[in-house]
């Protein structure tokens, strides 16, 4: 219950503490910090960007090849008699 009464600042920052012990990046010089923290920064938009770029258009084809399980058997083509 406690957890819920403190502000998310403090949650926050619990995390970011909880990232430099796993990393061990609180023991690193302020200049090696700006390096590992920008290069980490940017595993991470690659990464998020290739999920929302690729996967998205999976989904999509799956989608599309799934709706023609649903569609009418029926032709388009008009036949004549």
């Not at 219950?1 to 012990?21: A, E």
């Not at 999976?58 to 008699?81: A, R, T, W």
Request: with cysteine; proline share 4%.
């Amino acid at each position: 219950m406690r957890w819920f009464c403190t502000p998310v600042w403090y949650y926050f920052y619990w995390l970011f503490w909880q990232f430099q012990l796993i990393t061990c990046s609180y023991l690193m010089d302020p200049w090696e910090k700006i390096i590992f923290y920008s290069f980490t920064i940017f595993v991470f938009v690659i990464v998020f960007y290739t999920v929302f770029i690729f996967i998205s258009v999976h989904i999509c084809l799956i989608i599309k090849f799934l709706h023609q399980f649903g569609s009418d058997p029926e032709s388009n083509v008009y036949i004549m008699k």
